[in-house]
């Protein structure tokens, strides 16, 4: 039953649960608003919704959890040039999505306006999807302002796991948006 | 200039000044998009979220994290000044979890005064037939901020009771998370304010729970309230991450989690559901204000939306909700009933189990609030089914504390006093509430039993119980049980004719009701009750103040407790614990020859940090 008599508070493992907690936390808001989907709208898709373009702007928010996982490997290693890379590209990848949501959101004003069944339940989804986007892009480029230079060691990246893992958690729960709006029916 | 130093004026400036520019930005772009300049509705919304955030930055909420971003030497944030006097750090971003708790409490209490006022306004409307001095609208917003008001009271109390204990409960010197711990309780002042707004904005005449269609079209007091609440609810995410690591990652060595006191069981299980289902209230009442101000189609069915939906993501917090509330009390009881019985808690580890029982229980019986809304049928029996099925772990625990008081040497104390009041209220608030009295008194009657024997009594008992740990002074023990006194019989004489009221057809949120009802008699006698509960608070308030200014010392153990916290001085030094505590054994081993619950070694062993 006893642990150790000295008293360690490794502040790593207490920033990690704490983390870990916060995406318990949001998981359950895109639950609530999965629910609020199929509650409302129960599996019914306009034919209008741009699937190809759907699947495109997936791709790309995939993609960049790929460069930013390769981002925070490569800090790991202390490679500090292929970080910087790697996150200016998820940067940029994010950035691509979220102009991709405003082609669709554009599309959504004409075929399904927000007052209408489909419109407010695809508005609501992918508003609250972007706008964890829109946190995570401001997240990341705090790693990579020019004054950050030298500052991420192998001993010393806790900033670029944690947004990261913020990061991965954004683009899982468009894995699962992603199908709802524009696969089911 | 020492008051500009204070965090609060401060916040107070720069949000106003950032209120300002919200609203004459969006009116700006309004004009821009060819509408008219002002509509109360979008440009206040805007205007508060801007005042908030820059208020945040104003109290130096974010200065760490920008200091961060442009790599300034991460400096601890210095609230107080050694010139300022002592009380300037509780109006300022002060990172201590003892000072945070303190913020919250007196919060939390200011709140419960205001919330109890309105409803003792009220309350003097009903006492008779017919309207005496209120229109409709104004009682039905009168009784709607009561509710919520006293519901985001709780929720500040029970915050601050967390906050001030759980470190020095398990022998942590601060929080997991200072800064955020700060951010949590200063987010709530602004809720608070934006209550208080609400009334004069035209309140709104939906009850508590906001239901729509009528929060749609309820007056702009609707809006602020909805804000406020998210603001409050975000508080107690963000405070139950902290809770949640700091227990888990914290503890002083030797203390597993069967060692822990009932109370820090309780906070794990309140902590969970909190992270957890405050979520879909928050989802719930952003949707109200979205359809608000955007005319997004959630809860209209002519834009294919849906009422119900609206109860459903309600409840399923709000149900959980009162576990929220209630399970710090019962914590407390199981703290309070061996020290003043003298004998080990009966049942430890089945006790601590039931917390999260009726925690995990809690999550599926939110449609018992929905018999009467239209749900769909099949649903009724399950849902009463897992209802009835809560009763078996909050049976543990009453169980629990009649066997340890069971032949125990109970000292009557006021503390003591309050924990019995609270397991005999409590109990008659677990009478069950059937679908032919749904909307009436006996819902009402029932409700406040639930929250006055599971928050409000055990939360006197817990004032009464930690005062002196937390002021270094004693609260007067006449006084305390005078205070005692009034408040049983006021809550009896209150509630007793209501659940006779809500039997004999008084409906609840009406300003009005037939007199061929006869129902004027029983009303008044709930209204002097209602009086009695304000005459016993206002006892406790002038115990409380004269107490901590003139009270005797005390000494650093005054209930010959076991718990951690009893064995520093009172009031506890700024770190808690100078030398890390171990922690050898239960701590509930009263009247047992030589147990222990912890050993404070004298010399110095700071805690080894690895970053």
Known sequence: MSRATTLVINRLTIKRLGLWLFILSESFLFLALLVVRFYLQGVQRPTELNQPLGFVISGILLLSSLTAYRGESAIAYGDEKLFRRNILFTLGLGILFLVGVGIEWAEGFRFFPPASGFGTVFFTLTGFHAFHVLTGLLALLTLVLPGQKGRFTPENYWAVEGIVKYWHFVDVAWVFIFPTLYLVS | ?611
């Open chain 2, 1 to 611: 200039m020492t008051f500009w130093r204070l965090g609060i004026i401060r916040g107070i400036v720069v949000g106003l000044a950032g209120s300002g520019l919200g609203m004459g930005v969006t009116m700006l772009l309004r004009i821009a998009l060819g509408l008219t300049a002002w509509k109360a509705g979008p440009v206040t919304a805007v205007g508060t979220v801007v005042g908030i955030l820059f208020y945040l930055a104003g109290l130096g909420a974010f200065k760490y994290w920008l200091g961060w971003v442009r790599r300034r030497a991460a400096e601890e944030p210095q609230a107080t000044e050694p010139t300022q006097p002592h009380w300037a750090r509780y109006l300022s971003f002060d990172i201590n979890h003892k000072t945070i708790g303190i913020q919250y409490l007196v919060t939390s209490l200011l709140v419960i005064i205001v919330a109890g006022i309105y409803q003792l306004i009220a309350r003097l409307e009903t006492s008779q037939p017919g309207l005496q001095f209120l229109s409709p609208n104004t009682y039905n917003s009168l009784v709607s901020l009561h509710g919520i008001m006293m519901l985001s009271g709780v929720l500040l109390g029970i915050a601050g009771m967390m906050n001030y204990l759980v470190p020095l409960m398990i022998g942590a010197r601060d929080m997991a998370f200072p800064r955020l711990n700060a951010i949590s309780y200063w987010l709530t002042p602004p809720a608070v304010l934006l209550f208080l707004f609400s009334l004069p904005a035209g309140g709104f005449d939906t009850g508590w729970t906001a239901y729509p269609p009528l929060s749609l079209r309820a007056p702009l007091g609707m809006q602020l309230m909805l804000i406020a609440f998210y603001l409050v609810g975000w508080s107690s995410i963000l405070g139950s991450i902290n809770f949640l690591t700091t227990i888990f990652k914290m503890r002083a060595p030797g203390m597993s989690l069967f060692r822990m006191p009932i109370f820090i069981w309780a906070t794990i299980a309140t902590a969970l559901l909190q992270l957890v289902f405050t979520q879909f209230v928050g989802i719930a009442f952003l949707m109200l204000l979205l359809e608000r101000l955007t005319g997004l189609g959630f809860f209209d069915p002519d834009k294919g939306g849906n009422v119900i939906l609206f109860q459903h993501l309600f409840w399923f917090y709000s149900h959980p909700a009162v576990y929220i509330f209630v399970l710090p009390g019962l914590g407390v009881i199981s703290e309070v009933v061996p020290v003043f019985s003298r004998k080990p808690l009966f049942g430890y580890k089945a006790v601590a189990i039931s917390s999260l029982g009726i925690a995990f229980g809690g999550m599926i019986v939110w449609g018992h609030h929905m018999f009467a809304a239209g749900m769909e049928e099949w649903l009724r029996v399950p849902f009463m089914f897992t209802t009835l099925l809560v009763a078996v772990p909050t049976g543990i625990k009453i169980f629990s504390w009649l066997a340890t008081m069971w032949l125990g040497k109970i000292h009557l104390e006021t503390p003591m006093l309050f924990v019995i009041s609270a397991i005999v209220v409590f109990l008659i608030g677990g009478i069950p509430v059937d679908l032919y009295i749904h909307d009436t008194y006996w819902v009402v009657a029932h409700f406040h039993s639930t929250l006055f024997g599971g928050f409000v009594f055990p939360m006197m008992a817990a004032i009464h119980f930690w005062f002196p740990k937390v002021t270094g002074r004693l609260l007067d023990e006449r006084l305390g049980k005078r205070y005692w006194t009034v408040m049983t019989v006021g809550f009896l004489v209150t509630y007793l004719p209501m659940f006779w009221l809500g039997l004999n057809g008084m409906r609840r949120r009406i300003a009005d009701y037939d007199p061929a009802l006869g129902l004027g008699t029983m009303n008044t006698v709930a209204t002097i009750g209602g009086y009695l509960t304000g005459l016993a608070m206002l006892l406790f308030f002038i115990n409380l103040v004269v107490s901590a200014r003139r009270g005797a010392p005390a000494p650093a153990n005054p209930w010959h407790s076991q718990t951690l916290e009893w064995q520093v001085s009172s009031p506890p030094p700024e770190e808690n614990f100078v030398t890390i505590p171990q922690i050898v054994g239960s701590p509930y081993g009263y009247g047992i020859p030589g147990s222990r619950h912890a050993l404070i070694p004298m010399s110095s062993q700071p805690p080894e940090e690895v970053s």
